[in-house]
């Protein structure tokens, strides 16, 4: 049996393009952590939540936001939760993103490594494409 070589540089094309969008969602999501954690932080401040679990936090802040007192602390303490749920969205569009990608950079990276010990094992495999 032959080995195309377009279609293994195909492959090997396939493999650093998954991982490259790995890697982009990765920054995003990166990002996206670290302004959900700046608006924890920030509705911290206006109340007390026993547990450091981030899905007791939103909980708490999912409370707050519906509560918008006539006090300005609980005004404030509303739009922090509020800007936490907000802050929320991208951060679990992100790491949804991630999870995908990184089935698929997986998927990509056993067919790359198959072909690629194929050709090397048939002594096609060229230079530029050994690592």
Not at 27 to 34: G, P, V
Not at 75 to 94: M, N, S, V
Request: hydrophobic share 35%; glycine share 6%.
């Amino acid at each position: 049996m032959t080995v195309d070589l377009n279609k293994l540089r195909g492959f090997h094309q396939a493999f650093n393009d998954a991982n490259g969008a790995l890697r982009a969602a990765w920054e995003r999501y990166s990002e996206a952590r670290t302004v959900r954690r700046r608006a924890m932080d920030e509705f911290s401040k206006f109340t007390h939540v026993s547990s450091l679990d981030p899905d007791d936090v939103l909980k708490a802040a999912e409370k707050a936001a519906l509560g918008s007192g006539r006090e300005p602390k609980e005004a404030k303490k509303a739009d922090a939760g509020k800007a936490l749920l907000e802050a929320q969205k991208p951060f679990q569009k992100a790491e949804e993103e991630v999870h995908r990608l990184q089935q698929q950079s997986n998927h990509a990276g056993r067919i790359w490594t198959r072909c690629r010990d194929y050709a090397r094992e048939q002594g096609v495999l060229p230079a530029d494409m050994e690592h």
